[in-house]
């Protein structure tokens, strides 16, 4: 088959050519502008994919289904990317019907977690597991869920929404409005936002902020993790709740899906076992013994190319088989 | 087609003999008496299964298939019942087995919180609903949980523990290992347990006593139920504490499964809009609104009769459906 991959991010958008086993044959990248609003973006992301199609002299005819990969929360059933929170100006944007028009073709949709929930089980280290999570683990902390074989969407699209699960009923403010939700624990954004504001409320030193080149703008989860891996005082602090939070989170995933294995994404990659080994040891603290002793927590093996993948597998995952 | 439902649990064992339909056209019940053992409560249920069957003149050859119904935790793998908290001695009881050898017929099993949502999901007041979470609220707090029309089991049968997810790590210590899990806040044991270890170690005078005849023994949901009817101090505590972290749980189930409803057993029936109302209202604090509005939260209708619905169910849902 020959699919239209196209990965819409709040940063970077990108347009691949491939097939439904995850053989990638072009992929082209521009800046998502997400500034400039969905009509820009879109119209520059159309000629994207026709020059790419150009390029490779496949006639768009020939194109079986386009898959698209879009910030959530998204309305599969309506076609819609409803307000993605990084891109403002976005709101209600009808994906599915641009696509349609732009390419002619069938079309299909989903968030950018559980596209990337299908790419791990149809191309993954771990493809065919039946039960399978994927925890995004970059800018937010989504989760994309296959059970028995099959993506979890909920009645409204929106299930998998385990980082805005509450780990603490008196915890900290997320920006979603809630308090204590898994994300403001372990989102990369929220813990670097709130590691910077603790450094500037308390003119801290630490050795965070020289990771940072000195700029607490320029605080990340990277400069956070040079820093405890450096036994910085502040870092290790928020370390210690960071496994911590994130052992329950994952914990609570475990109770409830009791999957084979979870996938994890951007930071549990960047970090590897110096993340891996204490979650999966503190886990045992968060779920039973034999929900435990059945799930593997491993880092995704797709990184680089996850997101053209989780484009092709949410085409390929619409299309029906082919006998 | 004619099914043999069996619905064995700590206290009492049902026994009925019914169709896909949920029609139960006769039905036996015998106190399990799980402290002698497997193997009298088995062979008792198996002569009343079979004293049934003359009364109704079904020749056993013609049961189409046999649906059982037990305490969790279970492997619907190995048809085993594992080792239920409340059933000292039923370790790894092979009822599967047991259940082909009595009656020589196709047997299914699953554990009482899914087979409760099968029944839901096929005779309920909300049947046929695609995503649909059943919560026992009972003893304890399970759940079944159906995903676009299928049961979830997870990869060991041990999905949808949602009793024993962890609510504050800080928490009461839960008679499962853990601290904080949604059961030792919300489990009817659990709350009458700590409401009596409350008086007895502060000597307190509360209404729940009187609700319970005078005798700290004889605490139980309903009278601490009464008691909060009747504006006891000690009581509203537990009341507070117990509608929070429902909520929390119940927020949680919402955001990891987006289900249309949410259907609630024992004591929710018992109590009613005085618990539902407050639940649904506090449920807010604890899912994103959009996921709410897509959820009803309701009392099962089908109390008094689940127990013999769930077996019938575990049976239908067994059988290929027929064309």
Redesign the interface.
């Known amino acids: 088959m020959n699919l239209l991959g196209i990965d819409l991010g709040g940063t970077k958008t990108s347009v691949c050519i491939g097939d439904e086993n995850g053989t990638i044959r072009a992929a082209r990248r521009i800046p998502t502008l997400a500034s400039e609003g969905p009509e820009s973006g879109l119209r520059r992301t159309a000629g994207l994919a026709r020059a790419l199609l150009d390029e490779t002299g496949l006639d768009p005819a020939r194109v079986d289904a386009v898959g698209i990969s879009a910030p959530g929360?998204v309305s599969v059933r309506e076609g819609l990317m409803l307000r993605p929170p990084n891109m403002p100006g976005w709101v209600d944007v009808p994906l599915v019907r641009w696509a349609q028009d732009s390419f002619g073709r069938p079309v299909f949709m989903n968030n950018d977690a559980n596209a990337c929930a299908l790419a791990e089980y149809r191309y993954g280290s771990c493809r065919g597991t039946?039960?399978l999570v994927y925890l995004t683990m970059s800018t937010g902390l989504g989760a994309g869920i296959v059970?028995?074989g099959?993506l979890?969407?909920?009645?409204?699209?929106?299930?998998?929404?385990?980082g805005?699960?509450?780990?603490?009923?008196r915890g900290p403010p997320c920006p979603?409005g809630?308090r204590g939700c898994l994300e403001i624990y372990c989102g990369g954004k929220n813990v670097a936002d709130r590691l910077r504001a603790r450094i500037v409320k308390d003119n801290a030193r630490s050795a965070i902020l020289g990771e940072a080149g000195g700029d607490p703008a320029a605080i990340d989860f990277r400069a956070f993790l040079a820093a405890v891996k450096k036994d910085d005082a502040l870092a290790l602090e928020f370390w210690e709740e960071y496994l911590?939070r994130l052992a329950?989170g994952v914990?609570?995933?475990i109770?409830?899906?009791?999957?084979?294995v979870i996938l994890m994404g951007t930071i549990a990659i960047h970090a590897g076992e110096f993340l891996l080994a204490p979650l999966r040891e503190r886990v045992r603290?968060?779920a039973?013994a034999?929900?435990v002793a059945?799930?593997r927590i491993l880092p995704s093996a797709l990184e680089g190319r996850i997101g053209d993948l989780s484009a092709l597998a949410v085409a390929a995952d619409g299309l029906p088989p082919r006998v």
């Not at 109770?255 to 084979?260: D, E, G, L, S, Y």
Request: glycine share 6%.
């Open positions: 929360p039946p039960n059970l028995d099959n979890v969407q909920g009645a409204t699209d929106l299930a998998g929404e385990v805005h699960h509450v780990l603490d009923i979603c809630q911590e329950q914990g609570t995933v109770m409830f899906f009791n999957p084979q603290r968060y039973w034999p929900s059945a799930c």
